[in-house]
């Protein structure tokens, strides 16, 4: 094992160490973790950070989100191995990799084409055939794949979206940020039960905001 092999094998230890330390301890949530390598789907300058528990920027004016927010995001879904999951924003596609390895089937939508197109070469590339992408209005969901055991939003709205809540199945989860500003966000966790709606406030957050419409990248 030559020298970068083994400041690898380093940065991969220390970036679990972080994941458990922030509160992501579920087995399943860390093994996926660990599999999926963030360093393929950050390019450029901010390559060599890669294993750092922190947000990047990425294309579209976008970001990757920090690794202990994924995990946490994650472990709250309580994703079970049969499980169709709707993720929406796709940005690198590091999130929807790691859905993958825990659920039957992964819809990831972005309303950025050029996201999209990287996040799916990136996802081919790795052989993760349970990974379904499109570039659409995230907002409205996927309704011609619904409905979904777990959804999963990974940009802010002031409310959890109709429309996504409707294609939730009885029994299913719903992890989003919810917040009128960049400032004051917190991550929730919505339950469907046959009597309504359960929701469960989780930690502060800053994500991006949930925009109607398709973005202007092409």
Do not use: W
Not at 132 to 144: H, I, K, N, Q, V
Request: charged letters at 25%; a negative charge; proline letters at 6%.
């Amino acid at each position: 094992m030559n020298q970068d092999d083994i400041d690898i094998a380093e940065r991969k230890m220390q970036f679990l160490f972080a994941l458990r330390s922030r509160g992501v301890t579920d087995k399943r949530v860390l093994e996926a973790m660990e599999k999926i390598d963030r360093g393929a789907f950050i390019r450029g300058l901010f390559a060599e950070r890669a294993y750092e528990d922190m947000p990047l920027p990425i294309s579209c004016g976008q970001t990757i989100s920090q690794p202990s927010v994924v995990g946490l995001m994650t472990q709250a879904l309580e994703i079970q191995p049969r499980d169709k999951v709707l993720e929406v924003g796709t940005g690198s596609g590091y999130q929807a990799a790691v859905l993958s390895q825990l659920a039957r089937r992964v819809y990831t939508v972005d309303r950025h084409p050029r996201l999209v197109r990287e996040a799916k070469a990136v996802l081919d590339a790795m052989g993760l055939v349970n990974v379904t992408t499109f570039a659409a209005d995230g907002s409205f969901g996927l309704p011609d794949q619904a409905p979904f055991d777990r959804i999963l939003v990974t940009a802010a709205a002031e409310d959890p979206p109709g429309p996504l809540l409707a294609q939730l199945k009885p029994g299913g989860i719903m992890v989003l940020p919810v917040g009128q500003s960049d400032n004051v966000q917190s991550l929730i966790r919505v339950r469907k039960t046959e009597d309504g709606l359960e929701y469960d406030e989780l930690r502060p957050v800053r994500f991006v905001p949930l925009v109607e419409g398709m973005g202007k990248d092409g």
